[in-house]
């Protein structure tokens, strides 16, 4: 019997493996898990240059996956001054006029919508905060941003412009832009002329990122984009000098106006890999968000927008799901509002028994009561990030609300309910849209936020499980990843506390014992 690189004994383990549900010890050999029971069962498997840890009674569950992250792209985005906890207008104005300027341009981030109260985003409402100097603020939601004048002249940016996909530079009644830009497109305008950092920066912010994440518990990450044609080389060049915190599964954009070189294209990225990261699937946006007034809804919101899809010709998008399906392609599709969510569910319903936990749909942020046990029937996989709930209001004064109106307010973030009609559903974070935190999207699944409410909270059990054998599913590894058990991967997360018995708010302040992704520690707690 060839010895262990590693031994973790003393620990309550929740493995998920119904044929073996608890233990107290496990070994590992290259990268996966050699045995699992007590001490006795992983005493033979030591040797030498075998590492034991004795966990002291803590809880060790299969490692906690991000279902849904942009730990690359998001390094873009997350950029500069943080603006998340600001609540208002006079505190917006405040933090600009302090802001340090990065080669004379003021960046910011993770604006809330509900600081303009209701007012039309405009660069009018920040201009003389700053002093002329240029400024492009990205607001929480990813999908939207504010740039000042400064910054749209040296854009180039002076009125409306046509995109392929759903974008808008938003003018007012003479044509002139307000700064609200709207969609990737419309931001995309900007990216040629703002601050970049350099290769090495983007190295160095990486490891930093990923280390953080993984002291929060995570050993893996769903990347939901590319993050630029030199990701794949930036992680290789990571991987040749270090090993990476975390197991990234990279997903390529798929975007309107898409031809059959560019689908030949995305299938061909499947084989990209590293030690530690691949390309797995594709992404696509079926929608927006509903406070930006681009999520595709049955109805109109209140101010008269949302009546359009993210593809100007919705069948197209089916077209390309059909083509990657039939090439043995996975796909993730964004899909906020009700009329979004259907399309992408009558498409996969097209594909027929095939189908079957191969796609899957990003946030479900509002859904009518018939759509919800389709999940479950053609096995389309769930994908939601419960910290979103945040960002609203249980009395439904904030703008997510107010736009979609009491009735689709009411029916947010159906988490229990998708779970209780039997769909897979997976959890993640969304960072930066929300933070990266682990243990608080755990806990935030069992106490949702805002409109949500506590209707829609899960178990314990069913809060790891989103974040550990159901988003094993949604990944299509399930029969080497989300349980603990012989010749799975060596992914494990040991929790000071029960993740699934404590209560939920002890959970989101949870210590960290150990991590282990790929068998290799990536954090240890002092």
Request: charge should be negative; include cysteine; proline fraction near 6%.
């Amino acid at each position: 019997m060839p010895p262990a690189d590693l031994i973790l004994t003393g620990a309550h383990i929740r493995t998920l493996d119904p044929t073996n549900p608890q233990a107290t010890a496990l070994a590992v050999r290259e990268g996966h898990i050699a045995a699992v029971g007590d001490e006795a069962d992983v005493r033979d498997w030591q040797g030498p240059r075998t590492e034991t840890v004795h966990l002291g009674g803590a809880t060790l569950t299969p490692g906690l996956v991000d279902s849904h992250s942009h730990p690359v792209w998001g390094l873009e985005m997350a950029t500069g001054l943080d603006l998340s906890a600001v609540a208002d207008l006079d505190q917006l104005r405040a933090a600009l006029r302090t802001a340090d300027r990065v080669d004379g341009w003021v960046i910011a981030w993770g604006l809330d919508h509900n600081v303009f109260g209701g007012r039309p985003v405009h660069r009018e409402l920040i201009e003389d905060a700053l002093d002329g100097a240029p400024a492009f603020i990205r607001l929480y939601d990813g999908h939207s941003a504010l740039a000042n004048a400064a910054a749209l002249r040296a854009a180039g940016v002076e009125g409306p412009r046509s995109f392929a996909q759903r974008a808008t530079v938003v003018c007012d009644d003479e044509g002139r832009p307000t700064g609200h830009l709207i969609e990737h497109a419309a931001m995309d305008l900007l990216t040629p002329v703002l601050p970049r950092p350099s290769r090495a920066q983007r190295r160095t912010r990486l490891v930093e990122l990923l280390s953080a994440m993984a002291a929060t518990g995570l050993t893996g990450a769903h990347v939901m984009d590319l993050g630029g044609d030199d990701v794949p080389g930036l992680l290789g060049g990571v991987e040749s000098e270090t090993h990476l915190p975390l197991r990234l599964r990279l997903a390529p954009w798929c975007m309107p106006g898409v031809d059959a070189e560019g689908l030949a294209e995305l299938i061909a990225l499947q084989s990209r890999a590293g030690r530690h990261w691949r390309v797995g699937g594709v992404k696509f946006f079926m929608d927006g968000t509903v406070e930006g007034g681009t999520a595709w809804l049955e109805h109109a919101d209140c101010h008269g927008q949302g009546t359009d899809a993210f593809w100007p010709d919705p069948e197209a998008y089916a077209d390309a799901v059909r083509h990657l399906h039939a090439a043995g392609v996975r796909t993730a599709t964004h899909a906020i509002g009700d009329a979004a969510v259907r399309h992408v569910l009558d498409t996969v319903a097209s594909l027929g028994p095939g189908g079957r936990l191969a796609h899957r749909i990003e946030h479900i942020e509002t859904v009518p009561d018939d759509t919800v046990p389709r999940f479950a029937e053609l096995g389309v996989i769930a994908s939601m990030q419960p910290p979103h709930t945040a960002y609203t209001r249980a009395d439904h004064s904030d703008e997510w609300s107010r736009r979609l109106g009491d009735e689709r307010a009411a029916r947010a973030w159906r988490t229990r309910d998708l779970r209780d009609a039997g769909a897979v559903v997976a959890l993640g974070s969304d960072w930066p849209i929300a933070h990266y935190d682990a243990r608080e999207v755990l806990a935030t699944a069992r106490a949702p936020r805002g409109a949500a409410g506590q209707a829609q909270g899960l178990t314990g059990l069913q809060a790891l499980e989103g974040c550990t054998s159901h988003a094993a599913i949604a990944a299509g590894d399930s029969d080497v990843a989300g349980r603990i058990a012989p010749g799975f991967r060596a992914d494990l997360t040991a929790f000071g506390l029960d993740p699934v018995q404590a209560p939920a708010d002890e959970v989101a302040q949870a210590a960290i014992r150990l991590t282990v992704s790929g068998g290799h520690i990536t954090h240890r707690h002092p």
